[in-house]
């Protein structure tokens, strides 16, 4: 986010192209062919797709931050062989678009993502979380122990960083208003690129659908309300309640959210390991998805 205000500032500084929102049609067109559904839950229209044999060991994908469900594709496709594989656009983002009641907080997207589950008829699974989705992973697991079977967290939130302290919200400059009207395609891979830890991997394709993402109805606004009402609060109290076990992953070349965050999990996760891929960044299944996953799939299996 603060990336993105950047950019915003130069924006703001001189280059403002105006960029309206994407007939929702069209995007559903694209991006929601099957398997993709859309589900009422917890008052949502959600974007989801299930996949997999109903009768596999569930596991379900949390997106991070101006992602959307499309980041698993690669994860998904090999996952669904051997899990019941669940993914959605959360609140706010993607072609789920935002909250009715526009409220973004942490505990309306553990009700989310809980509703969800009984929707489905989930009453335990594993959550994979990248980024936010790993801090939404956390939560739930703290919150509902006994419907979490184990826990991978990509790079995920939750510490404080200078730019974010605890019990503060975040300064939002005046200029991030013009959100909702531009969205240049080059500030936007200017914001991406921290994620990567080689931006050749980041590929015109990729841009392309995070803007598309993006430019779906109300996202901006939504990604606004969203950041107003960021409050960092110390994690640990929380951490120190998750027993399932864990699995964090992180690249060492992450921009996003920096490496060194991985420390403090493990001082504080009591059933917690750490997979490390030098090479790669913040969004590793995007990056190398074939790599990244063979652990991951080896954790969730018990095997690793």
Known sequence: MIALLAALGLIGGGLWLY???KPRAALEAQYAQAPSEFLQVAGIRLHVRD???????????????????LTWEPWARSLSYTHRVIRYDLPGFGLTGPDPTGDYLDERGVEVLGALMDRLGVKRASLVG?????????????EHPDRVNRLVLISPDGFASPQFP???????PLVAELLPYTLPTLMLRLTLDPAYGDQ???????????????LAPGVRQAVLDRSAQVMPQPPEPVLRLVHAPTLLVWGEKDGVIPFRNAGDYLATMPNARLL??????????EEAPARSLAPVEAFLDGSL
């Open 130 to 142: 990248n980024s936010m989705g790993g801090k939404l992973a956390w939560l739930f697991a703290a």
């Open 166 to 172: 605890y019990g503060k919200k975040p300064d939002v």
């Open 51 to 69: 996949t997999g044999p109903r009768n596999a060991p569930p596991v379900i994908l949390l997106h991070g931050f101006g992602s959307s469900l």
């Open 200 to 214: 050749k991997r980041l590929t015109r394709e990729i841009v392309q659908r995070y803007r598309d993402m993006i």
């Open 19 to 21: 960029a309206p929102d």
């Open 276 to 285: 490390v891929f030098p090479d790669l960044g913040h969004v590793p299944m």
